[in-house]
């Protein structure tokens, strides 16, 4: 009695794991930086990246024209989307900078100069082939006297025909787009 309840158990738990590798899984390629900023720090942390709960989600969501908000456990970002939202801010700051540029947790002795919040609001590829974004970002400084925060909107287009591929390729342009306008518009 013990061993085939033991069988059944493993029996379910393999059964999981095979519905599970059913699902196939997007990575965000990283578009190459080719723009140069200049920013008032030498080193700067990301800190927190907040997204909305379903941009956090592991299912790749998009977005119908009725404004409804569709998923599916089939279709999967490679990484966990705060994780690498994240890393993706901090390589392209680094780039685009050639300042150190890292996220949490600070990997340095020396503290950072600056530290940057990000907190979406949204996130999200439409049917119709525009990926979006808004929210607010933050950059807080030790001394206080050059602390700023400001608003986002953002937009890319891509081809929905290319399906999760476009849509990843479309979130790698957007985050890029992102650590621009932070550069340009938080760090100076």
């Given at each position: 009695m013990m061993i085939s309840r033991r069988f059944m158990t493993l029996g379910l738990v393999l059964a999981t794991l095979t519905a599970?590798?059913?699902a196939e899984r997007f990575a965000v390629q990283s578009p190459t930086v080719t723009e140069q900023v200049s920013i008032a720090f030498g080193a700067v942390?990301?800190?927190d990246v907040s997204l909305p709960s379903y941009a956090a989600a592991d299912e790749i969501t998009t977005q119908?024209?009725?404004g409804t908000l569709v998923s599916s456990k089939s279709v999967l970002w490679a990484d966990a989307p705060e994780r690498a939202v994240a890393l993706e801010l901090s390589q392209n700051l680094a780039r685009m900078t050639g300042r150190r540029v890292a996220s949490e947790p600070w990997p340095f002795e020396a503290f950072?100069?600056?530290r940057l919040e990000v907190r979406f609001s949204e996130l999200v590829a439409s049917a119709a082939g525009?990926?979006?974004t808004s929210g607010q970002y933050f950059v807080g400084v030790s001394d206080g006297r050059r602390e700023r925060s400001?608003?986002?909107d953002l937009t890319v287009a891509f081809d929905p025909k290319g399906g999760p591929n476009a849509i990843a390729a479309a979130r790698?342009?957007?985050i890029l787009n992102l650590a621009t306008y932070i550069a340009k518009n938080g760090l100076k």
């Open positions: 599970c590798s059913n942390e990301v800190r119908a024209a009725d950072p100069d600056a525009e990926f979006r400001g608003l986002f790698g342009r957007l």
